[in-house]
């Protein structure tokens, strides 16, 4: 996924209020930056951190910025929750994510009872698979990226559904897009929320199909590209 325009180059000073950051840019001009994470964001950012963000002069957006990337020093991190989804299609449409491949349909936010799961795809009018999306930018141990960042009631609720449908014959994965470079595997957070770990195992042995797939990203685009480790 590339960025439509230049992302912008600054360092961020604080993050407050969940949505909000600011960003001294490259001039020393103070701007409020729209955070789209809804996460703690821990491991993810500090102050004096390099960031990127994208610009956007559209007349009815309050604020004009928007945070992408912070860098730690060692990698880039996505923090923008609204692109997992983008980047998960877009990869699995390309035939990136092998164990996805083959389906000649892919469906964004396919309804299922009360609630909304992130793609189908589907090959047919029978063979279908449910694929839910979570972003990982948590650094854990041992080089370990972990989710979720804090209690995920939302996340606890996604495994139960697709533990349902693994039941009713219909195929469901779990993919974990890590936004980071620094990891080279995946596990749940246990310590944070450890009934979201639970239920990754329980679902897992009902035979939801649990993968992560880790990101190469630079200031012009971002790539769901790698397979990584998944241990439960």
Same mark, same amino acid.
């Given at each position: ?7 912008i180059k ?9 949505f909000?950051?600011d960003i001294?840019?490259e ?8 955070t ?11 102050p ?5 963000c994208s610009?956007?002069?559209?007349p009815?957006?309050?604020?004009k ?9 060692n ?6 929750t609204?692109l997992p ?18 389906y $000649?349909?892919?469906?964004?936010? *396919? +309804?299922? !009872?009360?609630s ?5 795809? =589907?090959?047919? %009018? ?6 839910e ?15 979720p ?8 609720k996604?495994?139960r559904?697709?533990t ?33 770990? $639970?239920?990754?195992?329980?679902a *897992? +042995?009902? !035979? ?7 990101? =190469?990203?630079? %200031?012009?685009?971002?790539?769901l ?8």
């Amino acid at each position: 996924m590339k960025f439509e325009n230049k992302l912008i180059k600054g360092k961020i000073l604080k993050r407050y209020k969940r949505f909000l950051a600011d960003i001294e840019l490259e001039d020393g001009e103070v701007v409020v930056a729209h955070t789209a994470n809804t996460g703690s964001m821990k491991t993810c950012w500090e102050p004096g951190w390099k960031v990127l963000c994208s610009y956007h002069d559209n007349p009815k957006r309050k604020l004009k910025y928007s945070l992408e990337m912070t860098n730690n020093g060692n990698t880039w991190i996505g923090v923008n929750t609204s692109l997992p989804n983008k980047l998960a299609m877009e990869a699995i449409a390309n035939g990136t994510i092998k164990e996805l491949d083959g389906y $000649e349909t892919i469906k964004p936010e *396919a +309804k299922i !009872g009360q609630s909304r799961i992130d793609i189908l795809l =589907k090959d047919g %009018p029978t063979e279908q698979c449910y694929v839910e999306v979570k972003n990982v930018t948590m650094l854990g141990e041992d080089e370990t990226g972990i989710f979720p960042d804090s209690v995920s009631t939302r996340g606890q609720k996604h495994l139960r559904e697709l533990t349902d449908l693994v039941g009713q014959g219909i195929r469901a994965c779990m993919l974990y897009v890590v936004q980071r470079e620094d990891v080279n595997s995946f596990s749940p957070a246990d310590e944070i929320d450890p009934e979201y770990g $639970e239920l990754l195992r329980a679902a *897992a +042995k009902a !035979g939801v199909e649990i993968l992560a797939y880790q990101c =190469k990203l630079t %200031p012009s685009k971002i790539e769901l590209l790698t397979p990584i480790k998944v241990k439960l």
